[in-house]
């Protein structure tokens, strides 16, 4: 999928990203990735951000990535996360404006930091179809903010993840019902280096279903 760099408000902030739109006919859904810890050189050139964007690819969805404000060509600094999950809401109605796509057909996926600054954004975006988290940090959040999205759910991990010990993220599934999928990838610590092809086949099947 061919992408187009393009800048977008975030309150005051313009915020570089990356947008892609298959070609003919407008795509019905879409999806806005978020990358990891920009204090910790994440940025939206990741591969993880990478495995997520070609999961969306193959079901063909336009995509938007985006670097969170003080990353790369993004104005502003750091926001300690309730900077960053405006920034992610503000990149899904951006995506939504540039598509002819709706906000319940949106997926708004994050990984690690990312995850968390979406996860904090879900709830204040009206009608967001889903909600897909990789790596959540579990141990540094309170998984009883996941109650704050009505809306279906995907969490992906690996097996090898100290951040998001795969045990914990059952039981916050378990917890969350049947509006949750949980797909684990054997093998994958909280990079997933080496594992990329996993996640993003289990992560085509599991959003092409939801």
């Not at 405006?86 to 990312?114: H, I, K, R």
């Not at 009608?127 to 759910?153: E, Q, S, Y």
């Not at 995907?154 to 100290?162: F, M, R, S, Y």
Request: overall charge negative; glycine content about 12%.
């Amino acid at each position: 999928m061919k992408e187009q760099p393009v800048t977008f408000r975030s309150g005051s902030l313009a915020l570089e990203g990356l947008i892609a739109k298959p070609e003919g006919a407008a795509p019905t859904r879409a999806g806005v990735v978020c990358h990891p810890h920009p204090l910790y050189g994440g940025s939206m050139y990741n591969n993880v951000v990478d495995a997520a964007l070609e999961a969306m690819w193959s079901l063909g969805w336009a995509t938007l990535r985006f670097n969170f404000r003080g990353v790369g060509d993004s104005e502003g600094e750091h926001g300690g996360g309730a900077g960053e999950a405006d920034d992610a809401a503000a990149a899904v109605q951006f995506l939504t404006s540039e598509t002819a796509a709706q906000a319940s057909n949106v997926v708004l996926a994050g990984y690690s930091f990312g995850a968390m600054a979406a996860m904090r954004a879900a709830p204040r975006i009206a009608n967001l179809g889903v909600l897909a988290l990789i790596a959540l940090p579990i141990r540094m959040i309170d998984g009883a903010a996941l109650d704050d999205f009505k809306g279906p759910i995907v969490l992906a991990a690996g097996t090898q993840d100290e951040y998001c010990p795969a045990a914990q993220l059952e039981t916050i599934h378990k917890r969350l019902g049947l509006r949750a999928q949980l797909r684990i990838i054997d093998g994958a610590d909280h990079f997933f280096g080496g594992c990329e092809q996993e996640l993003t086949q289990a992560l085509a099947a599991t959003l092409k279903a939801v």
